[in-house]
């Protein structure tokens, strides 16, 4: 079967699963594979359940005539996705970024919706198989598509560009993550710029460029580009810091045009850029500033992402979905500013980081000293050389049982670190 005669059962039944336990009514199964599991395993299960045709990718399970046997089901999701994509033909924005893209994401998402009927990524389906999910949930409606992506090895951001097939892109920075796959932060550039690369062969394109960031103007030559960033550069959108304690407020402006001021409720100074980048995406596809304020203004993180929780005997920051130097660098600065009577710090090792682990982990814990903090707990085997001088936990689980025993009182607690640490399940102990 070809993909235009997969496209059109596709158009029949316009749903996919991945997952053979979330089977809707006449949903198409994709038997994808991974590591340790098969999902071709499960397409005769996926049937049985409701869906009306599983794609499969060995002849051993192509049992039902229901069953559509292609040579790879990973890149058979991912060809119609982009089939999709050009056959609905609206604006897509593509979002990578080593920083800050899904927060920048989610603010760029409701700046549009003010104007547009807006799809968006949910979550963090921003890999090979949440791309093309997340392109295969746009409907004839939608006018507008926000899409992240992200990437852990050389080339991802250039196979994902291909599906997307992106009008515009932003990339919000350039930072020390994923290491391990990368080998140093000019891998990394050269991976995330591949969604410039793309936009260059497409015309008619354009960049949102962070005109403070160097090595991303010096990526974005030759390109169409809007422009934000620091004011009194004469970007298209400039923007500056009131305040933050501990929500950023900002102010900002079009280009000769009027300050306006917006009390976010994100935690850190450092979200100015991910909220320039919104305002900058929302002014040039024509919402009115006023609308773009409020929609930054209302918007509220979560899922673990620089959120403010009160519990009954704590005040937590908890921004527990990932960490790299570069983001905890950022948080800590931002946390040293915050005031308040007792202060403590629950910090998880960044995990990907190869060769310079050991060195990154030693500078966060210097930099965590520095903010001379009541309490600082380091939870991971990579924090293990402090041990002697520090509160050093193996992993969460010991953490979790330290605080059963002694629970911290009247702080502001401010908990990071990679997702693979689990810190995330603290709070309901704090």
């Known amino acids: 079967m070809n993909i235009e005669e997969l496209y059109h059962l596709y158009c029949e039944h316009p749903v ?9 009514a006449g949903s198409i199964y994709f038997a994808l594979r991974g590591e340790s599991f098969d999902g071709n395993r499960f397409a005769a299960d996926a049937l049985q359940k409701g869906c009306a045709y599983a794609v ?6 192509a049992t039902d005539e229901r069953c559509i046997l292609v040579a790879d089901a990973l890149q058979t999701l991912q060809e119609l996705a982009s089939h999709h994509r050009r056959a609905l033909g609206l604006p897509v924005l593509q979002i990578t970024g080593s920083n800050g893209k899904t927060t920048t994401k989610e603010l760029c998402a409701a700046v549009l919706s003010q104007r547009y009927r807006t799809r968006f990524t949910q979550g963090n389906l921003n890999n090979h198989i949440g791309v093309p999910r997340t392109l295969l949930s746009l409907t004839a409606e939608d006018e507008m598509a926000v899409v992240e992506t992200g990437a852990n090895h050389p080339g991802e951001i250039a196979e994902l560009s291909q599906i997307v097939d992106p009008d515009c892109g932003l990339i919000t920075n350039v930072g020390r993550v994923h290491l391990e796959g990368f080998g140093s932060i000019e891998g990394v550039l050269r991976t995330k710029a591949a969604l410039y690369d793309y936009l260059r062969q497409k015309r008619g394109t354009f960049v949102f460029l962070h005109g403070d960031n160097a090595m991303l103007t010096d990526a974005a030559k030759g390109l169409r580009t809007f422009t934000y960033g620091q004011a009194g550069k004469d970007y298209d959108v400039e923007g500056e810091v009131v305040g933050c304690n501990p929500f950023l407020l900002f102010r900002w402006r079009p280009r000769g045009g009027e300050w306006q001021e917006v009390q976010t409720q994100l935690i850190g100074a450092y979200n100015i850029d991910n909220a320039l980048a919104a305002c900058a995406v929302g002014l040039r596809f024509g919402v009115p500033t006023e609308k773009i304020s409020e929609a930054i203004g209302n918007y509220r993180p979560t899922n673990s992402r620089s959120e403010l929780r009160r519990t009954e005997r704590n005040t937590l ?3 527990a979905y990932n960490a790299n130097p570069t983001s905890m660098k950022a ?6 500013q915050i005031d308040a009577p007792k202060k403590v710090a629950i910090l998880g090792a960044m995990g990907e980081l190869g060769a310079t682990s050991g060195d990154d982990h030693a500078q966060l814990v210097a930099l965590a000293d520095s903010l001379r903090l009541d309490d600082l707990w380091l939870v991971g085997e990579a924090f293990a050389p402090f041990a002697e001088s520090h509160r050093v936990f193996s992993n969460v689980d010991a953490a979790k049982a330290a605080l059963q025993e002694k629970p911290f009182e009247d702080a502001l607690i401010f908990i990071k670190g990679s997702h693979s640490t689990r810190l995330y399940e603290l709070p309901a102990l704090l």
């Open 16 to 24: 996919v699963t991945t997952d053979s336990r979330t089977c809707a």
């Open 56 to 61: 499969v990718d060995n002849a051993d399970y």
């Open 317 to 319: 920051i908890v921004d």
């Open 331 to 336: 948080a800590l600065e931002n946390f040293r």
